[in-house]
């Protein structure tokens, strides 16, 4: 079993990546953005009250969110492993993790972070896409779809995310250095971390990464 989390700051590259090494290593996902974003389309509870934290950029309360994961995570259902993308971000949900992990007697193989400059982030960020439907990404410049505005994968309209709007990006970046990247120390300490430089295409980020797991 490989259980990995892959970290960075919004737009670095972290669903791109996972979306490769998922099918890759055959894990099973846990991004609590995509889940966030699911309960927002269908206007449930939960979505609702994401979606006040979400598009002004900040993040959903911490016992929200652990508990939304510990959920997913009870399940049990990664007969490979599973892949975490977009949580943890703070302190408190990066120990909640290893209770919940501890609770069921597993553990992290590998803490990846993608780790690229602030200007490469607004200009990714800025050109962002997603499908309406299927959630998959797209960026106008370095990754557009083979029709414009239109899905590859399922035909659907591709979408800009409220929150990649430039406002919203700017303060998700200052929420990350001040709640997401002390993580990262967490993990160094923990002997778990392997940074990849994310500025670069990314197959070849793809690469690095799977060379250094094994594949
Ligand atoms: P994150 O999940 O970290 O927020 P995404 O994977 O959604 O980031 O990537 C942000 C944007 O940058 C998307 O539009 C994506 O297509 C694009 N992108 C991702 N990786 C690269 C790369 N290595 N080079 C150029 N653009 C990239
Ligand atoms: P990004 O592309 O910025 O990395 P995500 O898709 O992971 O963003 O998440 C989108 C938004 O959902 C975040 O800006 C935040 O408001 C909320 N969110 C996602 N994961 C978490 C989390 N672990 N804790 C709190 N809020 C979260
Ligand atoms: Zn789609």
Not at 11 to 21: E, W
Not at 115 to 136: I, P, Q
Not at 175 to 204: A, C, Q, R
Request: aromatic share 6%; net charge negative.
């Amino acid at each position: 079993m490989i259980n990995l989390l892959i970290m960075g700051k919004p737009g670095a590259g972290k669903g791109t990546q996972a979306s490769r090494l998922l099918e890759h290593y055959q894990l099973t996902h846990i991004s609590t953005g995509d889940i966030y974003r699911e309960e927002m389309a269908k206007d449930s509870e939960i979505g609702k009250l994401a979606k006040e934290y979400i598009g002004k950029g900040e993040l959903v309360p911490d016992d929200i969110t652990n508990d939304i994961v510990k959920e997913v995570l009870h399940k049990q259902d990664y007969p490979k492993g599973f892949m975490l993308d977009g949580f943890p971000r703070t302190k408190a949900q990066a120990v909640a993790l290893d209770k919940m992990m501890d609770e069921l007697g597993i553990t992290l193989t590998s803490v990846i972070n993608v780790d690229v400059d602030d200007s490469v982030l607004l200009e990714r960020m800025a050109g962002r896409r997603v499908c309406s439907n299927c959630g998959a990404t797209y960026h106008i410049h370095f990754h557009p779809p083979v029709k414009d505005c239109v899905c590859d994968l399922c035909g659907h309209p591709l979408i800009q995310r409220e929150d990649d709007l430039e406002e919203s990006v700017l303060n998700r970046l200052k929420i990350y250095n001040e709640k997401t990247k002390p993580l990262l120390d967490y993990y160094k300490k923990k002997g778990l971390l392997f940074v990849v430089n994310g500025d670069m295409p990314k197959d070849k980020v793809f690469r690095i990464i799977t060379q250094k797991l094994g594949d």
